[in-house]
């Protein structure tokens, strides 16, 4: 405990901070292990083209499964893994193992997208080959069409003045997958970089669709991203769909595609591809 010499000090290490800085150890040591042993699993959600109605590609999430059948968060481990540099090995075994899932669902008949989440720290990174060339070789190993796998960032990513994370958005680009905006709305960067970015497709956040229709002020909100992501010649998804209402209200206003909880959860494969023929026949899927 820091001691309080009565001048215009506070006491900077307290029992609550010792405790958190204890958790965030003992995280890291588990992440670290769990990295090494590749005990993490891909859960799978549903993308639907809202005019038509059928489902087009997955989003994949990861999840870190634990001994008493709980998963830990990636909004709470994926921070822990950019920080220490250990995203980017998780980030490999992320971009294998999704591309190999949708190589198993296309030589089934399903000829889905695929979405994977990239943080900035793998656009970043310097030693040996960049994610622009892992992406590269990881579709020629799967001979899979760069078209069929879109790229998520967030805002995060382009407001960190870096050239090299640029340079990679650009790479990415010219091989042929699309980069999508993730978590449009909830960032703090300036709208130039939309123009800046090879950006294809908007991803409205959750926040914004949570009170549709009602909420008059996100309704306004909802309804101007859809009209400037149009303007730009940018397509759209809405996150978070929860509700009839809610996909009424934006299916109404042109948003193009949809993802949440109305259509589907996040599964594991095996129950995503049990899911997918309920929905709709193999090969039915409308190919971007
Ligand atoms: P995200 O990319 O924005 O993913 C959407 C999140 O919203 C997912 O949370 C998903 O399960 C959740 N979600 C989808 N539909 C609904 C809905 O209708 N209602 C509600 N309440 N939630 C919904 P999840 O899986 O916990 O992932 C959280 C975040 O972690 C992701 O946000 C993404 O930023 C990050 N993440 C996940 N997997 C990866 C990965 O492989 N690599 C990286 N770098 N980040 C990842
Ligand atoms: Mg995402
Ligand atoms: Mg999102
Ligand atoms: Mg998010």
New binding site residues.
Partial sequence: QAKDDGRNTFRYFTPGLHRAMSERLDLEQKLRQAVQTEAFCLHY?PIVDMHQGTVTGV????RWPQADGSFI???RF?PVAEETGL?ETL?QW?LEQALADLAKWHARGWPLTMAI???GAQLQHTKGDGFDMLLAKALERHQLDASQVHI?I?ESMLMDDNSRGLVNLRRIARLGCDIYL??FGTGYSSLSYLKKFPISVIKID?SFVERLPQGESDAGLVRAIVNMGQSLGMKLVA????TEAQWQFLASLGCDYG????LSR?HSFEEISAWLPQQQLPGQCVNQ
Wanted: no cysteine.
């Fill in positions: 959600q989003e994949a999430l990861l968060s990636p909004d994926i995203i980030g992320v989440n990239v943080s998520e967030t993730d978590d959750r996150e978070g769909i929860e993802q949440g909880y109305l996040p």
